[in-house]
């Protein structure tokens, strides 16, 4: 049986900055995932819950431009999800359901103009 004992993870790149923290319980995943790039920058920091992401998802570029937003329930994608192209245009816009896009979901060209909107 897996203990149920809180503890704190980390993993280093080469050069020594910190490439990610995460706790586990019992085995799995639990609390606050983060992963950063070389240079420092947070990369990504989601949630877990027993293993699985649990509300806000959020990315961002080497320079610091968020480029994804999104809720996940259960570790698939249920509620807003908003992503953007690297220079911070919007890529899409719209509410997922157990990780299907849903009617009105906007995908954009990266000039930003509507590319399609799901029916």
């Given amino acids: 049986m897996a203990s149920e004992e809180k503890l704190l993870h980390q ?3 080469a050069n020594g900055t ?5 706790s586990t319980v019992g085995g799995k995943m639990e609390g606050i995932h983060r992963q950063w790039y070389d240079n420092g ?5 989601a949630t877990f819950r027993n293993g699985l992401a ?9 320079d610091g431009q968020l480029t994804l937003e999104a809720n996940m ?8 999800y908003r ?3 690297d220079d911070g ?3 899409c816009d719209g509410v997922m359901a157990l990780d299907k896009r849903q009617p009105g979901f906007i995908d954009y060209n990266e000039d930003g103009s509507v590319r ?3 029916s």
């Fill in 11 to 13: 993993a280093h790149h």
């Fill in 18 to 22: 910190i490439r990610g923290e995460w």
């Fill in 41 to 45: 920058q947070l990369f990504a920091e």
């Fill in 54 to 62: 649990e509300g806000l998802v959020r990315e961002w570029t080497r």
């Fill in 73 to 80: 329930v259960g570790g698939v994608y249920s509620g807003r």
């Fill in 83 to 85: 992503r953007w192209w």
């Fill in 89 to 91: 245009t919007p890529e």
């Fill in 116 to 118: 399609h909107v799901r």
